[in-house]
RNA sequence: GCGAUCGUAGCUCAGUUGGUUAGAGCACCGGGUUGUGAUCCCGGGGGUCACGGGUUCAAGUCCCGCCGAUCGCCCCA
């Protein structure tokens, strides 16, 4: 009856030991630091929602990627999608597991806008569902970190140039929380580029060339996939479907300097450059304000990014490190909440997976091993506490153990400590103290009598030439770690 | 959905034109005669060689199928 054949993962899936587990902590922690850090208050949704959430505002281009979810107790809604499928029909499921968290973030900003401060700073880190094929840095199931800004900080009667501002700031405050998850990874501006485009800007130098407004979409989808086509058949292409593409390019190349060179006579509103006629202000704005919080350097101006998603309306960046996948991307979307039932409200956010991340942390080392990694994650041990193999320790210990792990919650159980004992049957206490010193712990404490227990620092190796009494081991190893 | 490459121990891999009972290192477990850690010595558990067929006296090895993984294409929220 027993059938003990092993049931494997699902494709894009993980399982995740010890080590993964803890690397995956260290990502999430790196996240929620930076996040914090940069004054994101955390929010979370559900993990499933309602289909149309997702069909509402991408099409059913997206529908084919998601991982539809049944509730199982709906025998009869199953079985209808069950016939119309039989027929060939298109069937949708009636829930879908989360692909992004846009949605779900302003669907709920939507539902509470009249008694949110502006702006609102939210962040979220979860996992994510994507029916595709995975490669190398995508999987099906992934961590995904959002942050995300929503209106502005605007005077009661704002005028345009209020508004330019506030925009500009909101836009350079995700991308400085970007960069400073990257940096306090331990990555440099050497290796990383944070790309940054504006669509508008690109709308307008494609109009420029003839382009009509219906064209624009497909346009920008074309741009996003340029890196990777072959120059002359992309032109080719281009040309056949929107228009000839060596004006755009110039534009876009003496754009791109202006921006970053920061020419005084643009902000005049006039230039000797008879291809400069565009509204280059917004982006040459933001420059101004990633220069005053120091993350220049990390970043260019690519106008040769348009990102694929459809609900992007202003600035666009993705972040590039070295031959990797994007590691990063985002962008403004300012119609995004109205459609969710919301008032109008500009917004800005992007989003990092954990898979890349990890990739390019471990390539370059930056991922940390071992002890060091368990520490991080928070795992090692405080006290490993040892036997001197004596009966009488021997029976001792486990009250010992026990005293240590209790905590108070006066305390909120902050006085309670890591303790940990071997599990190997051998009575040789310099084996256990290898054991000890594996898994990071930081004293070990060996039981010499019903009493009394030796203390060692395991990270310098120094042990006390006294012994300590059991009564007060706890509020002694406390008060060496800092915590008393 | 399409294409390419690859599946031998928990991990990294060896395994001869097909030939006895499939190996190593690391890891794990135990011991090295009553207590201090690298190293070292001895011992141990672990594999239906991904799975299923076929060819053959004989298959980890050759053939077919299938599942899975990796890397690309498509797509990227």
């Not at 001792?396 to 049957?425: C, I």
């Amino acid at each position: 009856m027993a059938d003990n054949k092993p049931i494997q993962p699902p494709t894009g899936t993980r399982d995740l030991y010890p080590i993964e587990a803890a690397r995956r902590r260290f990502i999430t922690e790196a996240w929620r630091r930076a996040s914090i850090n940069h004054g994101f208050e955390e929010v979370d949704g559900p993990t499933f929602e309602s289909t149309e959430l997702y069909t509402k505002k991408s099409g059913d281009g997206i529908v084919s990627e998601i991982f539809g979810v049944f509730s199982g107790k709906d025998e009869q809604g199953v079985k209808a999608l069950g016939e119309k499928l039989a027929r060939g029909e298109d069937a949708p499921a009636p829930y879908a597991l989360r692909p992004e968290f846009t949605p779900t973030l302003a669907r709920m900003y939507a539902a509470r806008a009249a008694s949110l401060p502006k702006p609102t700073k939210w962040f979220t880190a979860g996992p994510f569902f994507r029916a595709e094929r995975p490669q190398r840095g995508r999987l099906r199931e992934f961590l995904q970190w959002n942050c995300d800004v929503i209106g502005l900080a605007l005077p009661e009667k704002p005028t345009p140039e209020d508004i330019a501002r506030a925009t500009a700031q909101a836009d350079a405050e995700v991308i400085a929380c970007c960069v400073g998850l990257l940096e306090q990874c331990g990555l440099k501006s050497e290796n990383v580029k944070v790309r940054i485009s504006d669509r508008n800007l690109i709308a307008s130098m494609l109009q420029a060339q003839s382009v009509s407004a219906d064209k624009l979409t497909p346009a920008l989808m074309l741009l996003d996939r340029r890196k990777k086509s072959d120059p002359v058949e992309f032109a080719a292409t281009f040309a056949e479907r929107v228009g000839d593409i060596a004006h755009f390019d110039q534009y876009c190349k003496t754009c791109e300097k202006l921006i970053a060179g920061g020419l005084s006579e643009l902000g005049s509103g006039g230039s000797d450059q008879p291809d400069v006629r565009f509204n280059f202000k917004p982006l040459h704005r933001l420059w101004n304000e990633l220069k005053s919080l120091g993350i220049a350097d990390w970043c260019v101006v690519d106008l040769s990014i348009a990102r694929g998603l459809a609900y992007y309306t202003g600035m666009v960046f993705e972040v590039i490190v070295d031959g990797e996948r994007a590691v990063a991307g985002g962008g403004r979307y300012d119609n995004l909440i109205v459609l969710f039932g919301g008032p109008s409200t500009p917004a800005v956010g992007f989003g990092m997976g954990d898979v890349v991340l990890s990739l390019v942390l471990q390539d370059k080392g930056l991922m940390p091993e071992g002890a060091e990694l368990m520490q991080i994650a928070g795992q090692s041990p405080d006290v490993f506490v040892i036997s001197n193999g004596t009966p009488e320790a021997d029976a001792a210990l486990p009250s010992v153990l026990a005293d240590l792990r209790r905590g108070s919650r006066e305390q909120r159980g902050r006085d309670s400590l890591h303790a940990r004992r071997t599990s190997k049957t051998t009575k040789n206490v310099g084996k256990i103290l290898q054991e000890a010193e594996k898994s990071g712990a930081h004293f070990a404490a060996i039981v010499e009598s019903a009493s009394e227990v030796t203390l060692k620092n395991l990270r310098t190796r120094e042990q006390d030439p006294s012994k300590t009494p059991i009564a007060s081991l706890k509020s002694e190893v406390l008060k060496r770690l800092g915590r008393g």
